[in-house]
């Protein structure tokens, strides 16, 4: 081949690298537990994380790329996180986001802010999703990572708030389980709701294994033997759904404060067991919030999903974010898109303004407080049970927002 032949080769080949580049879609990984008893809280996720996204790239996608979603098995293990993070990087993702378990959230923080600082020209980016632990974007925060959802300590500001007027109930039993989600919020209670109401009489605290108990009778019993007229409970998934069963099946009527009660499963569990206003939830929204905006979401989302999308409100947040900070910045490149994610402002799905704090990355916005009820014929419920939230408080965001302990270090 003459040298004329050669450049001219070489010329069609960085062409051609560069057309597929530009073609080439951005790719953000879920890792997460898409096996074992979790699965079915991941796969609800996933839902609402393809919807969003859907909507972005029907609007040109970020700076007209669209955005292709990957999808990883992390087995509930923090080791297995990992693994599949070097995967997913390896497949070309730029944004890696988890969802269950904060435990998974703090290994691949970990290993992020590794990989990044030895491959410093092909930096990721880690989206949480729906982590509790407020040390992710606290002692643990990172310049690479940002939490799209209110911690255990912003959730129990607001139900300290609400329980301060709340002086019936004076006998409240704690239940959480093992790991480091269900321990830091059974301490933030203790401290917050112990702070906001000291004539609270502790009358019962228990620990269970994360998402391995079959039958919560046992539990239910020492509930109801204790005389507790509220339950503050940080359990979710299949955990949660069985011990208000349990409960209902037990005709416990003591109320229950809740952090996960939206989510999969947890409001077929109340139906059934009748326990009709006795479960409150303590969270980011429901969608029992009156806001036209989150009604016609809901509706949307629900004639196309079948299910609730205002359980996982972190992943419709993450991508409005994304889009916004893109946008903005003019560029999809992982620095010039965490300058522009630092501070970004977005309305969540329930109508409520947020923005993305600079100095520890953690969503900055209202929360509710709801409790389920037997609703009438034609307004929002879940799952298709007949039953869904009716708000009884929106706690400002001013009123959760609290000190944190983040010292991020900045490349």
């Known amino acids: 081949m003459t040298m004329t032949k050669t450049i001219f080769a070489s010329v ?62 992390n087995k509930m293990s923090p080791q297995e996180t990992a693994i599949q993070a070097q995967k997913a990087i390896d497949q070309g993702a730029r944004i890696l986001q988890t969802s269950v378990s904060s435990s998974n959230t703090f290994a691949l923080v970990d290993f992020v802010n590794k990989y990044n600082r030895r491959n410093p020209d092909h930096q990721v980016i880690v989206f949480d999703g729906a982590s509790h632990d407020p040390a992710i974007t606290g002692e643990k925060c990172s310049y690479y990572s940002f939490s799209w959802v209110l911690d255990a300590d912003a959730k129990t500001a607001g139900l300290a708030t609400y329980l301060k007027d709340r002086t019936d109930i004076t006998k409240v039993y704690l239940l959480n389980a093992e790991g480091s989600s269900g321990q830091t919020t059974r301490q933030s209670v203790i401290d917050k709701v112990g702070a906001s109401r000291p004539d609270i009489e502790w009358v019962g605290d228990d620990t269970h294994p994360l998402q391995k108990i079959t039958d919560f009778t046992p539990y239910i019993a020492k509930i109801k033997a204790s005389g507790a007229q509220a339950v503050i409970t940080s359990d979710w998934g299949a955990d949660l759904a069985l011990v208000l069963k349990a409960a209902g099946e037990a005709g416990l009527e003591a109320e229950w404060y809740t952090y996960f009660s939206t989510g999969p499963g947890a409001p077929t569990a109340m139906a059934q067991s009748g326990l009709n206003g006795l479960v409150y939830s303590v969270f980011d929204g429901d969608a029992g919030i009156q806001n036209e905006g989150l009604h016609a979401h809901e509706a949307a989302f629900r004639a196309k999903m079948g299910i609730s999308a205002s359980a996982f409100p972190g992943d419709s947040s993450a991508i409005r974010a994304l889009s916004l900070a893109a946008a903005k910045a003019g560029s999809n490149d992982v620095d010039p898109l965490i300058a522009s994610l630092e501070g970004i402002e977005f309305e969540t799905i329930y109508g409520a303004p947020a923005h993305s704090s600079p100095q520890n990355h953690q969503i900055v916005t209202q929360m509710a407080v709801s409790r389920f009820i037997d609703v009438p014929e034609g307004t929002l419920d879940e799952e298709g049970t007949g039953w869904g939230w009716e708000n009884v408080a929106i706690i400002p965001a001013e009123a959760i927002a609290l000190p944190n302990e983040c010292e991020m270090k900045r490349p």
Request: proline share 3%; no cysteine.
């Open 12 to 73: 069609i080949a960085l062409a051609s690298a560069s057309a597929a580049f530009a073609d080439e879609t951005f790719k953000f990984a879920m890792i997460d537990p898409f096996s074992g008893p979790a699965a079915v809280v991941t796969e609800r996720i996933e839902k609402v994380l393809r919807y969003s996204v859907d909507q972005v790239n029907a609007n040109g996608g970020l700076n007209g790329q669209q955005i292709e979603i990957l999808t990883f098995d």
